[in-house]
């Protein structure tokens, strides 16, 4: 399937499919303004039933060839970690990612592995806001930055990251 406006339309139409009023009429706005504009910027924080509407869009990323950054907002999803992962295990062209929220070491690590291991990620770079990492996850995180393409890492103590990955 070519990666273009009309797939990722379709892709959209078929994860609502089923029951259309599961998503707000705003947050069908927003999505149909994503595509059909090409707007490179998504802010979750925007979207009043994220969770129905997360599992949607980020099976439709990889169809959208303009989404180049998105943020995700602190929240209470359950599996968003198991859900990032699975994007970012596929080919999209998001360039950066801003994650706001605690992340245990095992969600940084479902997040920040398929980055590495992934080939054809276009991510470079990784914002984390309200997270309080210690010294094994900035290690996990050092490691990933030293073996990708990633070359903006932004976080409230990124001293600590920039002086570990010189080290």
Known sequence: VLRSTRSAISRFQMGSQGNPSILLDET???M????????????LGRINDLPEFLPILFDCIPFIPTLKSIRIPPNNIQDLPEQIENLLKGKTNLRSININGKLTKADLIKILEPIKRNRDSHIRGLEFSVSDFHSEELDTIADVVSNTNIKILIKFQIYKIYYRIKT
């Open 28 to 30: 069908i706005q927003i």
């Open 32 to 43: 149909n303004k994503l595509i059909q504009q090409g707007i490179p910027y998504l802010d």
